[in-house]
């Protein structure tokens, strides 16, 4: 299996192994060389201690060198050599030959150190001498086996110890870290097991306490903003469908009245007077419905004229409202772009002017203006305004607000709740407010 596919858990228990055996491994081997150090040292430390004990039975006779105590040849590991003019004083009884030449060859030179590899002995040379007078040498050795095999004991010991801590380590990592993404199983289990129906279940009900909680907290809020988002479009797609079904249904009927014999002419043409506005309706609705599908992908590919659209989603009004004796005054005091193409403002706008329109005694405006990188559309009116209780539910699809109302418009179709859904795809939002004893909305869209 590529490490690509390796489960997180196994992923982390290897990195966590990887790290302990490298940092293991390094511990071993700098407590092993120190170790190794200390021994050596240890074992120069005897050489010299025995050969100062060998240079104190030492005496001159004659200006000569004399031994006046001989080494112990039956001390264990005694290998002691006094040489004086080239000649062996004393040497160890049934010495390695090897050894004999080496503790020759080291009385010849500066006094020192030097090991003899072919049968482990480290050997130490100090000159013998009176009043600045050099009169020998003396050379010791000892057996490097038993500093030898306590560090071989050491390493192997050590070695044992890093693998069972190792094995340690790789056991528990596997356990805490098992145990630490068990909250992550138990939550991919439940959400496999969630299906489009199961809006209110949540993976973690609490206060967060840790990265995981956090996460699923996360999640939760996550979950809850797609429940309400869903539950807003299948609010929407009702309304959507009854806006549909209406002049669908007043095609349908007055076809049927047309058909009707005993129908006059002036009768007929009336049925298709309405058929025709029915239809233009009907037209209305869908080119919505598409304006919301592309709304994100047009947003800030397009640019139009504030005062120019703002215009054109009046000029639907103009004849209906002037026939009950009111009127749309438009202010835009300062040149203003939008950067959303026209259409789409336009659909935006329609609703809202349609509302006004409705509520609207004697006037509706129409007020433009720029701030902070947007350009605000305020639509008033001077009706009764809006409840504050109602300035969110008035967007929610199939809310209805009393009050009277007339048909002075087709208008967009589909009203308050797709003028903010199409202004949210297009980057920006709708609002209701007060302002003034006044119904006012407010759209506010990126600036070009």
């Not at 869908?286 to 919301?292: C, H, K």
């Not at 047009?298 to 139009?304: K, L, T, Y």
């Not at 835009?332 to 026209?342: N, S």
């Not at 809310?399 to 002075?408: E, I, K, L, N, Q």
Request: hydrophobic share 45%.
């Amino acid at each position: 299996m590529s490490p690509g596919r390796l489960s997180l858990r196994t992923r982390l228990t290897l990195t966590a192994v990887v790290g302990a055996a490298i940092a293991l491994a390094i511990l071993v081997s700098a407590f092993n060389i120190l170790l190794d150090a200390r021994l050596r040292s240890d074992g120069d430390n005897v050489l010299r201690e025995r050969a100062s004990t060998v240079l104190r039975g030492l005496s001159t006779v004659d200006g000569r060198l004399s031994v006046l105590e001989a080494p112990d040849q039956r001390a264990v590991d005694t290998r002691t050599w006094i040489f004086a003019g080239g000649h062996a004083l004393e040497r160890p009884a049934g010495g390695d030959a090897r050894d004999e030449r080496a503790a020759l060859a080291l009385a010849n030179v500066p006094p020192g150190y030097a090991s003899v590899n072919a049968t482990d002995t480290r050997l130490y040379a100090v000159a013998a001498d009176r009043e600045g007078r050099p009169l020998g040498t003396v050379v010791v050795g000892a057996s490097l086996g038993p500093y030898e095999s306590t560090a071989s004991s050491a390493l192997l010991g050590s070695v044992l110890l890093g693998v069972v801590v190792l094995a340690a380590v790789a056991v528990l990592s596997l356990w805490l870290i098992g145990r630490a993404l068990r909250p992550v199983a138990r939550m991919t289990a439940e959400a496999a097991d969630w299906s489009e129906r199961d809006l209110s279940r949540r993976f973690y009900a609490g206060k967060p306490h840790d990265e995981l909680t956090s996460l699923a907290s996360v999640f939760d809020a996550l979950l809850g903003r797609v429940a309400q988002s869903l539950r807003r479009e299948q609010r929407l797609t009702a309304e959507v469908s009854h806006e549909l079904r209406t002049p669908l249904a007043k095609i349908q009927a007055e076809a049927e009245l047309a058909m009707s014999r005993e129908r006059s002419p002036q009768h007929y043409r009336d049925s298709l007077k309405s058929i025709r506005v029915s239809a233009e309706d009907l037209r209305r609705v869908l080119e919505t419905l598409l304006a919301s599908a592309r709304a994100a992908v047009s947003a800030g590919a397009a640019s139009c004229d504030a005062r120019t659209v703002a215009e054109r989603a009046a000029a639907q009004f103009e004849t209906a409202l002037s026939d009950r004796g009111k009127e749309i005054e438009l202010l835009c005091p300062a040149p203003a772009k939008v950067g959303v193409e026209a259409d789409l403002v336009e659909r935006i706008l329609s609703p809202l002017i349609e509302n006004a329109t409705r509520f609207a005694r004697e006037r509706v405006t129409i007020e433009i203006r720029t701030a902070d990188g947007e350009v605000v559309f305020a639509v008033l009116d001077d009706g009764p305004g809006v409840d504050p209780l109602d300035r969110e539910r008035i967007f929610d699809p199939g809310f209805r607000r009393t009050g009277p109302s007339a048909d002075v418009g087709a208008g967009a179709g589909l009203g308050l709740p797709l003028a903010r859904r199409l202004a949210g795809a297009a980057g920006g939002t709708v609002e209701a407010s007060d302002a003034s004893a006044r119904g006012a909305f407010a759209v506010h869209l990126p600036a070009a």
